[in-house]
């Protein structure tokens, strides 16, 4: 029995884990939004001998990616609903290691999320130069040089500032940057337009998946990014949408993410 959540319309199936299926292959099978339930991703809840809890996360197109910050707020929340935990504050386990998570209200449900801090070395985010970051740099694509900030924020990420997204948005440079062979493992591109120092209003091009309504790791990246070249505030809100992301830093420069989530469809039979 599957579940469907979403946080801010970044949707996903969400189920306890089997160790008889292939899930790379199943998620393309059920994520499908013609011949499947759709969505952006598939989160599996795999609970160890001490119980402690590994979300793992799929792409719409089969890949397992790191992490998901509008996954993991959805994840925490079908934990809760199922009983998994029953707390408002424990610890999820995922492939860019534990994450703190802090629930604010239960119903409905909105949550904090320590992502931890972010990493800029060229190497985690698996990017083909010779330089130890990739800040500030330019990319040529359709003979435009596209001025670009790479961050790994619990997966990778790509920022991109721009004056107008529905431009962006109506061509074809999200794809083209995230499938750039400089990226050698893909990376997610977040498109950011700036309204204020407290305020950005956002459109992620995710590898694996195309546009999505939203990306809260995206929502942190293009935080770090922003803040770091002077251009935010250390708090503010994320305008996604379908909803918003509020992000800030902890007394440790840990990046806090703090959103909603919400149960769409329970006990879903799949064949």
């Known amino acids: 029995m599957y579940s469907k959540y979403h946080g801010c319309g970044n949707d996903f199936i969400v189920g306890m884990y089997d160790k008889n299926i292939d899930y790379a292959k199943f998620s393309q099978k059920v994520c499908n939004r013609n011949t499947g339930i759709g969505a952006d991703g598939l989160l599996i809840a795999k609970v160890d001998e001490n119980k ?21 707020r959805c994840f925490a929340y079908f934990c809760l609903r199922e009983k998994l935990v029953d707390s408002n504050e424990f ?23 320590n992502l931890g801090e972010p990493n800029f070395s060229s190497k985690a985010l698996g990017i083909n130069t010779s330089k130890e970051t990739f800040l500030n740099e330019v990319i ?98 994320v305008k996604l949408e379908l909803g918003k992301i509020k992000l800030s830093y902890n007394e440790n420069k840990e990046i806090l993410m703090e959103g909603p989530a919400v149960c769409i469809a329970h006990n879903i039979e799949i064949d």
């Open 91 to 113: 610890k999820i386990n995922t492939l860019s290691g534990k994450m703190g998570i802090r629930v604010l209200s239960r119903e409905p449900f909105v949550g904090e999320i």
């Open 52 to 72: 402690e809890i590994e979300m793992m996360f799929y792409n719409a197109d089969g890949s397992r990616a790191p992490m998901c910050g509008n996954g993991i």
């Open 140 to 237: 040529m694509i359709n003979g435009w040089k596209i001025k670009v900030d790479a961050v790994y924020m619990a997966t990778h990420h790509l920022v991109v500032i721009v004056d107008n997204l529905k431009e962006v948005i109506n061509s074809d440079l999200g794809e083209k940057l995230s499938k750039h062979k400089i990226f050698t493992k893909g990376i997610n591109v977040n498109f950011v337009q700036i309204i204020n120092t407290k305020e950005i209003i956002m459109k992620t091009y995710e590898r694996g998946v195309g546009w999505t309504l939203a990306c809260g790791t995206g929502a942190a990246a293009s935080f770090v990014i922003l803040n770091q070249k002077g251009l935010c505030d250390n708090k503010i809100e």
